[in-house]
Each structure stands twice: as C-alpha cells, then as structure tokens.
C-alpha cells in the first residue's frame, strides 16, 4: 500500500451494513450483504459485471432502497424517506461514472450549489472553498467554464470536487473511471489517491487494480449479489481463496 493513512478504530464506524437484501424483480442482486467500514478506511469493491457491486454501493446512501436488513451511517440507521435521510445522505458524497454535473451551471456553481443550499453556507465561503477544492483537484483554471467545455478528466474531478464541498464522512465512487479514456484515467485516480492518503473513508467500485493494489485497506469481492470473500490488497491478489476469485483475477490479470 502507498503511504495510505491507517483506519481509525478508536472511533465506531461510518458505514454498517447487516443482513442487506435487495431484489429487481424476481433478480436477488443483494444476498444477506454484511459490512462495515472503519473511519479512514478505503474499501474496494471488485467483482464480474453483474455482482452487485454498484448496487450495494447505491444502497449506502438509499439510492437504491433495500428490501430487508438494515445500513448504518455513523450508528445512526438510515431512514427511508424525509428528512432525516437527506440530513445522513448530506454526510455521504457520490461520485458517479457519468459524471452527473448541471450542464447549465459553470464549474463553480457546481461546486458551490450543495454547500449553500444544504449546508447553508454563506455564498462568499462557499466560493472560496470550492476555489480551493478546485486547486485540490487540479482544474482551478477551469472554474469559470461550463462542463460541455471540459474532458472527461477534468468533468470527473469536478464531481470529486464537489461531492468534497460537502465535507462528507464518506465518499461512495461508483466506477468513477469507466467511462474515461485511458490516458484521463490516470488523473482521476491521482486525485482519489491523494484523498486515500489524507485519511478520507472511501468505497470505491472499481475495475481499476492497480488502484486497488495501491490505495486500498482492503478488498472486497464480489459474485452472484454476494460478499465471496474480502482481504487485504496483498493477501486477496496473490493468496485468493474462493475459486471464484482465482477464476476472476486468471481472466483479468492474464491481459
């Protein structure tokens, strides 16, 4: 692991999931999911297309709502509806792979609106945090410009800018790199690196495994809805123990 910050176990944990089921119909995509994650810490999800990973990642902040089991922000169980889920879920940012900015809002009204409509903050701090998330992230010269304008790249950091606005407890990345080029992949995984390193708690949904290898306190892997086995980074790619991981990591590894 590269100088990755170590968990905070003196504190409880941000995020705990126990006994969570979620159907699509007559689809199980979630089966009795239990996990919890340390504050600090960087959990990645990987797995075949189809496991679940995104929609467990969805469910943390009720996205997606679950049938049964129950998920935990911070101790406190997360509602259904109203306002106490908007108050937990201001506690959690997202970043998405489609980037999801306001195509008619510049950069800094897309960092800025989260801050001063959900925090309150005066609209001058809010400015002046988001100009400096901005320099965070390496597109402070594109504050002005509106997201039509920008790269992949830069549109994603953006994102991670302002899900960071927030200040959240946590940050859900859901295949944040997917549908970058290559050569834009690396810029974005830089910054989520660099945010590893500063002790953000992070769940990240990934096909990226050197990211994995990296920057993670741990890996989760995940087949048919279901937690097949989780392990350090060094552990889980050179002592897999499910047959379903050794066959996963055989097809992606040998390319």
């Known amino acids: 692991m590269t100088d990755v910050a170590a968990p905070d176990t003196a504190q409880g944990?941000?995020?705990?999931?126990?006994?969570?089921?979620?159907y699509f119909g007559d689809l199980h995509v979630l089966c009795d999911i239990d996990l919890t994650i340390k504050r600090g810490e960087v959990v990645v999800v990987i797995g075949p297309s189809g496991s679940g990973k995104s929609t467990l990642c969805r469910?943390?902040?009720?996205?997606?709502?679950?049938?049964?089991?129950e998920?935990?922000?911070?101790?406190?169980?997360?509602?259904?509806?109203?306002?106490?889920l908007a108050r937990l879920r201001a506690d959690v940012g997202m970043v998405f792979q489609a980037f999801n900015l306001f195509a008619h809002k510049t950069?800094?009204?897309?960092?800025?609106?989260?801050?001063?409509?959900?925090?309150?903050?005066?609209?001058?701090?809010?400015?002046?945090?988001?100009?400096?998330?901005?320099?965070?992230?390496?597109?402070?010269d594109q504050a002005d410009k509106y997201p039509a304008q920008l790269s992949g790249g830069q549109q994603q950091r953006v994102a991670i800018a302002r899900a960071l606005a927030m200040e959240p407890t946590v940050m859900l990345f859901d295949e944040p790199t997917s549908a970058l080029d290559p050569e834009m992949?690396?810029?974005?995984?830089?910054?989520m690196v660099d945010l590893a390193k500063q002790g953000m708690t992070m769940v990240v949904v990934t096909h990226e495994m050197g990211f994995a290898r990296t920057a993670a306190h741990r890996v989760v892997f995940m087949a048919d809805g279901?937690?097949?086995?989780?392990?350090?980074?060094?552990?889980?790619?050179?002592?897999?123990?499910?047959?379903?991981?050794?066959?996963?990591?055989a097809k992606i590894l040998s390319h």
């Open 185 to 191: 992949i690396k810029e974005v995984l830089d910054v």
């Open 71 to 84: 998920i935990r922000l911070q101790g406190t169980p997360l509602a259904a509806e109203g306002r106490d």
């Open 107 to 140: 950069v800094l009204e897309n960092v800025t609106l989260g801050p001063v409509k959900v925090r309150g903050t005066k609209a001058v701090d809010a400015d002046a945090q988001a100009r400096r998330l901005l320099t965070r992230v390496g597109v402070a």
């Open 226 to 249: 279901r937690i097949v086995e989780e392990n350090t980074p060094h552990e889980f790619f050179s002592n897999p123990r499910s047959g379903r991981a050794k066959d996963f990591l």
């Open 59 to 69: 469910t943390i902040n009720r996205l997606e709502p679950i049938d049964s089991g």
């Open 13 to 22: 944990p941000v995020v705990e999931m126990q006994h969570v089921d979620k």
